[in-house]
């Protein structure tokens, strides 16, 4: 059933990870053929699963690709010993992929995938896991809950012009039994501690590992909001929430729920690409946002602890699947009134001040917005590579403010409209 509305509302609180997993790593390859030696570059990330896993037949994932003037043309791989047949490399996944037919029996096992780039230059990793006594030989199909998520979900990514999410049984696994595990155990938050009723795994990345999940991630919960429209609103407002969201091409998506305790899991992509959000010539934008979110961005500004009505949060993020430790560097942003030119006092976040950001930066206005009104932004930045990924857009607020109108009041006596942006990084 989907959850309806309570009369009884409490606190709502929502907490955001950000998983070391999207982070990738490159490494180069040197040959020596009939002629001089040769070199070549190629980027991987963690393979999975790892750990113990709660379902018999996992997809067995090592994400790896080639670089500039590479190309994949062998792929084998070993279980215990045993070569496997089945084994594929997925240029759309940027990934060797096997997807198990057979349930495998309770036990331990070793994988050993060797991959060779352009006939001449082998990469070999191995890792392990263990399938559980009492592992599922299916997980259940999602459910009419988890697929009112989705389309709400997809309803925010129409709004920016990206591609739907896809709904994920591992993700949506993983997802529902954390949300239970909060749930019984009345707690909010990323970690479980063995022994606690409803217990996986430690970290997301290793609940999602157990369902049979390898690959990059993200993981968004909430709790007390009465529905679950209104828990994936909050989720999307809170801007270290939202980031997931804007992810370039068609991410996995799972969702689970019990209670008021909510879990949202996000899956990552191969596409570079710029999002922002509110996207350009976005209407009906919220004015303001009430500062629920933690970890609180506020709280690197010096006076701010976070809570009380701000202005609605501004996004700007670069994905890029071979991004390594740079962060992206923003030399300069604006916000201005369309109409009069005014500046807009905001909190800048970026990966200059803010530990939680790498590929992204956040433009938080002091105060609520105007209610229909057309503001413009500007950021100025580059990526890692040195690229120009700077954006100009504009957005217009929606007609009616969300914002109680004594909070408006006590907003605009606060002070001037004077211009107030954080330091930017020193070149």
């Known amino acids: 059933m989907l959850r309806s509305a309570r009369t009884t509302i409490t606190t709502t609180q929502r907490c955001f990870c950000w998983l070391p997993a999207l982070t990738a790593a490159a490494a180069l390859l040197t040959a020596v053929a009939a002629g001089p030696a040769q070199a070549g570059e190629y980027h991987f990330q963690e393979p999975g699963p790892t750990g113990l896993l709660r379902v018999t037949s996992p997809t067995v994932t090592w994400k790896i690709w080639p670089g500039k003037d590479m190309r994949v043309t062998r792929v084998a791989l070993t279980l215990n010993g045993q070569s496997i047949t089945g084994v594929r490399y997925s240029d759309a996944e940027r990934a060797v992929v096997y997807r198990s037919e057979q349930a495998l ?21 191995d890792w392990q896991f263990t399938v559980s006594p009492d592992a599922a030989r299916s997980l259940p199909a999602p459910g009419p809950e988890q697929e009112a998520a989705l389309n709400i979900a997809n309803q925010y990514r129409r709004t920016l012009g990206l591609p739907d999410f896809q709904l994920d049984a591992r ?25 606690r009723d409803g217990f996986i795994a430690a970290k997301s990345w290793e609940r999602l590992a157990a369902f049979g999940y390898a690959g990059g991630s993200y993981e968004d919960v909430e709790y007390g909001s009465p529905t679950t429209a209104a828990a994936i609103r909050g989720l999307f407002d809170a801007p270290y929430h939202r980031i997931p969201f804007l992810q370039p091409g068609a991410p996995l998506f799972g969702a689970g729920f019990a209670g008021l305790s909510t879990t949202l899991n996000f899956g990552t992509t191969n596409e570079e690409a710029t999002v922002v959000h509110p996207a350009d010539r976005q209407n009906g934008v919220p004015t303001s946002w009430d500062g629920n979110e933690t970890p609180n961005p506020l709280r690197v500004h010096s006076g701010r602890t976070g809570g009380g009505h ?50 992204a930066a956040l433009l938080i206005p002091h105060k609520p917005l105007r209610a229909g009104a057309t503001y413009r932004v500007s950021v100025t930045a580059r990526a890692e590579n040195g690229a120009n990924i700077g954006r100009v857009w504009q957005f217009t607020t929606a007609g009616v403010s969300r914002v109680p109108a004594a909070t408006l009041a006590s907003a605009a006596a606060a002070g001037s409209n004077s211009v107030h942006v954080e330091a930017a990084p020193k070149l």
């Open 105 to 125: 029996p309770a036990g331990d096992y070793r994988v050993v995938c060797r991959v060779t780039f352009n006939d001449q230059f082998p990469v070999t990793r």
């Open 171 to 195: 993700l949506c696994a993983a997802a529902a039994a954390h949300s239970r595990y909060m749930a019984r155990n009345r707690e909010v938050g990323h970690e479980q501690q063995a022994g």
């Open 310 to 359: 701000v202005g609605y949060p501004i996004t700007f993020a670069h994905f890029a699947p071979a991004a390594g430790k740079s962060a992206i560097v923003v030399t300069g942003a604006t916000l201005e009134a369309a109409d009069t030119g005014e500046r807009v006092p905001f909190y800048l976040n970026t990966p200059e001040n803010d530990s939680f950001l790498r590929y």
